[in-house]
């Protein structure tokens, strides 16, 4: 059974960084396209950003430029570095991979941002 546990959430001051990691675990197979997504309270659940196997990667406009995902194939794992955090960047985020065309997500890490 494909598991997705992340780590690295916490609460961290305006203007400081943070680094989430997302591990899968209960497959032999290399996971295609991994994202993060994030959800606050009465929203939907809103992508993030995401990368492909092969590297190519796309951001939220609220996040480009402050945010880098990055990957590692061989542990299938994805990281996610957030620097100059905002207080809007406050938020529960989840990630996702695509193994074998299946979505799979994680449990969810809390991100707070305090001014």
């Known amino acids: 059974q494909v598991q997705l546990v ?3 959430g916490g609460l961290v001051q305006a203007g ?3 680094r989430l990691s997302c591990a899968a675990s209960g497959t032999i ?3 295609n396209l991994m994202g993060w997504y994030r959800q606050t309270p009465g929203k939907q ?3 993030v950003a995401r990368i492909t196997r092969g590297g190519s ?3 939220a406009d609220s996040v480009q430029g402050r945010f880098s995902i990055s990957r590692e194939n061989a542990k299938n794992t994805v990281y996610l570095q957030m620097d100059s955090l905002k207080p809007e960047d406050t938020a529960v985020y989840y990630c996702t991979m695509e193994i ?3 979505d799979y997500w994680g ?3 809390q991100v707070t941002v305090s001014s």
Request: zero cysteines; aromatic letters at 14%; hydrophobic letters at 25%.
């Open 45 to 47: 659940r809103e992508l």
């Open 16 to 18: 400081g960084s943070l």
């Open 107 to 109: 449990q969810g890490t």
């Open 57 to 59: 990667t796309n951001y």
């Open 100 to 102: 074998r065309w299946n």
């Open 29 to 31: 197979f290399s996971a």
């Open 6 to 8: 992340e780590s690295g």
